[in-house]
T-cell receptor, first 113, second 116 residues
Framework: SQTIHQWPATLVQPVGSPLSLECTVE??????LYWYRQAAGRGLQLLFY??????ISSEVPQNLSASRPQDRQFILSSKKLLLSDSGFYLC????????????FGNGTRLTVT | AQSVTQLGSHVSVSEGALVLLRCNYS??????LFWYVQYPNQGLQLLLK??????LVKGINGFEAEFKKSETSFHLTKPSAHMSDAAEYFC??????????????FGTGTRLTVIP
């Protein structure tokens, strides 16, 4: 069966520090991968999605970036965090079929101080 | 264009009462529709999905939803609320797959409170 791992679960970082969040998927190949963010009291905001290695699309301009160094690994990064980067970050995958649901990781709670 | 509207950001029901969470969608193609549940500090879990076929879809935890094309709706229901149903619920519609976009579009969520 397929599983998705996301780490760390919680993170507290000072403003201006770098960020690296990792996500890996097991039990499937060539998944579509996604990074979402939830700010407090708000819905889901799609940040990045990837349909293959080195194929990454950005949905919103920001100081975050994403990389996919391996087929089932998706990394969210920042060189310098802002206070507004605080939130709950969710990684997700799907098979890419149009009727396929998204499968989410357990999320990372990021607090920028 | 694809979009989802969830009416009511907060819904409260008494334990044992009917749960009704509303979702209306807009889609330029025949839609695929999904309901997700999120418990505090966790990821989203799929409750149910509609792709094709039967318009009444049954999911986990006793939830079901009915696709009504004429009303562009996909409301989520449960006959009798349990305390464990307290969570946030998200409705989502598929992207315009005819143009190659296969992302999901989410509503802003409905927080369900169950009153003992």
């Amino acid at each position: 069966s397929q599983t998705i791992h996301q780490w760390p679960a919680t993170l507290v970082q000072p403003v201006g520090s770098p960020l690296s969040l990792e996500c890996t998927v097991e039990g499937t190949s060539n998944p579509n991968l996604y990074w979402y963010r939830q700010a407090a009291g708000r819905g889901l905001q799609l940040l990045f999605y990837s349909i293959g290695i080195d194929q990454i699309s950005s949905e919103v301009p920001q100081n975050l970036s994403a990389s996919r160094p391996q087929d089932r690994q998706f990394i969210l990064s920042s060189k310098k965090l802002l206070l507004s980067d605080s939130g709950f970050y969710l990684c997700a995958w799907t098979t890419g079929l149009y009727n396929s649901p998204l499968h989410f990781g357990n999320g990372t709670r990021l607090t920028v101080t | 264009a694809q979009s989802v509207t969830q009416l009511g950001s907060h819904v409260s029901v008494s334990e044992g009462a009917l749960v009704l969470l509303r979702c209306n969608y807009s889609s330029s193609v025949p839609p695929y529709l999904f309901w997700y549940v999120q418990y505090p500090n966790q990821g989203l879990q799929l409750l149910l999905k509609y792709t094709t076929g039967a318009t009444l879809v049954k999911g986990i935890n006793g939830f079901e939803a009915e696709f009504k094309k004429s009303e562009t709706s996909f409301h989520l229901t449960k006959p009798s609320a349990h305390m464990s149903d307290a969570a946030e619920y998200f409705c989502a519609v598929s992207g315009d797959y005819q143009t190659g976009a296969n992302n999901l579009f989410f509503g802003t969520g409905t927080r369900l409170t169950v009153i003992p």
